[in-house]
């Protein structure tokens, strides 16, 4: 009897300890993951590179891929990662990334869900903490100024394109009330102006002077100028959807900083960027001085929980010219009229800007 | 010609291409499946932000309908060869593309097959 007593005792305490022994060497493993991570992805065609952010909170983990919210679930040494994005025609996806944790780096394979234009095959994945100063970036840069002079051309390469980001409650309202297409102000002609402009397709040209940079941006053929030898707007300058930018090189990088923000959206989805946002940029060119790769930082607490942030890389490109752009609202108007949606469009006129 | 449209709807789906956009094409179209389209052009927006075609497509029970093809903006078809002369007035041509929701008589365009056989492809760069 004794030693069944015994026997049950020593099981209730083997279970006891498994129980308490489970989630600790569970936390000793995932204790590990917390923190940010350089993610980079690879299919057969391109190459992605993403800031990934990961917490733990009170009972779970949530994780943000370049400023947005990302679904993880992990398991001892498993991670999974859902990543939603757009492609160039904006159609809505997700990344689905699956793989282990070890030694203080990720890896994996992923494949894309969902409907979009823009297939991709699947590919792998791989994560390494990031380190200090370090933005992603791989190209080898100069230590000085570099000759940023030239058109440039869009390439596909490093930008997730992530579709959703964390929103301040009143980033929320604002998406709430906001009506894709209608509310954009491209469709009217109306520039869209930064950070999205930065973003886009289309190629630009950067004109060098002694104390500025100009890029001319072929869609809606807008122009830029970035400020090297002074640090403040004239006095009366009004915001714009351009703003006021000023530049430095640091380190090898044109740092640029812009502000005087007019109110305008951050991309397809709508979400707000106001008029006190700030926006730093950081242009590399690589060591051979044909591929230029940005670093896009939208600052704009009010809106957005975490900074979103966008990647771009521009190939020089010396056989193109930045085409005119003349742009007729006709194309909108005209069949909203015809489609009896036109009452409905000046009535949301305070939603606009 | 049911037949033709069905087939051409069909071979339709197994096709995929890239245009640019600059606004939200969710919000007008979807990705879900593409469509092609037979018929008499009737009128042409060679503008941007948009590029538009007004098709005349005779539907099932013969019923003539206008269908709204948009591509991407000017700079970027023009920079390809596609200029306001490649689609003229009055040209039959077959559209592919992604269609509007709700059934809306909208396609975004993927490729168009000229009267002579040559094709127009609404590509971005990858």
């Not at chain 1, 397809?268 to 926006?279: K, P, Q, V």
């Not at chain 1, 900074?307 to 193109?320: E, S, V």
């Not at chain 2, 206008?66 to 991407?72: I, K, T, V």
């Not at chain 2, 002369?85 to 809306?104: C, F, L, M, Q, W």
Request: overall charge negative; charged content about 25%.
């Amino acid at each position: 009897m004794n030693n069944m007593k015994s026997i049950k005792s020593l099981i209730v305490t083997l279970m006891l300890a498994l129980l308490i022994s489970i989630p600790m060497s569970l936390r000793a493993e995932t204790s590990d993951i917390e923190g940010r991570w350089i993610l980079s992805l690879q299919d057969d065609q391109r190459l992605l590179v993403g800031l990934l952010e990961i917490e733990k909170t009170a009972n779970d983990w949530q994780a943000f891929l370049e400023g947005g919210p990302v679904e993880i679930n992990i398991q001892k040494d498993h991670i999974e990662i859902v990543a939603d994005s757009r492609d160039v025609r904006g159609f809505v996806f997700n990344r689905r990334m699956t793989g282990k944790i070890k030694n203080n780096q990720m890896n994996g394979s992923y494949e894309q869900e969902g409907a979009a234009a823009q297939k991709e095959n699947p590919g792998t994945w791989s994560a390494v903490r990031e380190k200090n100063e370090d933005s992603g970036l791989t190209l080898t840069s100069s230590a000085t100024a570099g000759d940023i002079s030239g058109i440039w051309t869009a390439t596909q390469e490093l930008d997730f394109r992530k579709y959703t980001m964390s929103l301040t409650q009143s980033g929320k309202d604002w998406l709430e009330q906001y009506l894709p297409y209608y509310d954009q102000p491209d469709v009217r002609c109306t520039s869209i102006g930064l950070p999205a402009l930065a973003t886009y397709s289309f190629p630009f040209e950067i004109i060098s002077s002694d104390d500025r940079y100009t890029f001319l941006y072929e869609y809606q053929a807008k122009v830029r100028r970035i400020w090297m030898k002074k640090e403040s707007p004239s006095e009366f300058m009004p915001p714009s959807r351009m703003g006021f930018s000023v530049g430095s090189w640091v380190n090898g990088e044109l740092v640029i900083k812009t502000s005087l923000l007019d109110k305008t959206i951050r991309d397809f989805r709508g979400e707000l960027i106001s008029e006190d946002a700030t926006i730093e940029e950081r242009y590399t060119l690589s060591a051979d001085d044909q591929t230029l790769t940005a670093i896009i930082i939208v600052d704009d607490p009010e809106n957005y929980e975490r900074q979103p942030i966008r990647r771009r890389q521009w190939k020089r490109n010396a056989n193109t010219e930045i085409f005119p752009y003349t742009c007729d609202p006709d194309t909108f108007y005209l069949p909203m009229y015809e489609d009896g949606e036109f009452q409905m469009y000046i009535d949301r006129t305070p939603f606009r800007f | 010609m049911f037949r033709l449209i069905k087939l051409l709807i069909a071979l339709g789906c197994l096709i995929s291409d890239i245009s640019i956009a600059h606004h939200s094409f969710t919000a007008e179209f979807t990705a879900e499946r593409t469509i092609v389209l037979q018929g008499q052009v009737e009128e042409v927006w060679f503008r941007n932000p948009h590029v538009r075609y007004i098709l005349k497509v005779q539907n099932s029970e013969g019923v003539t309908e206008n269908w709204d093809l948009r591509g991407s903006p000017v700079v970027w078809l023009a920079r390809k060869g596609w200029t306001k002369d490649s689609i003229k007035v009055g040209d039959i041509i077959t559209a592919e593309g992604y269609p509007g929701h709700s059934n809306r008589k909208m396609l975004s365009i993927i490729r168009v097959t000229l009267p002579d056989g040559s094709i127009l492809i609404d590509r971005a760069p990858e």
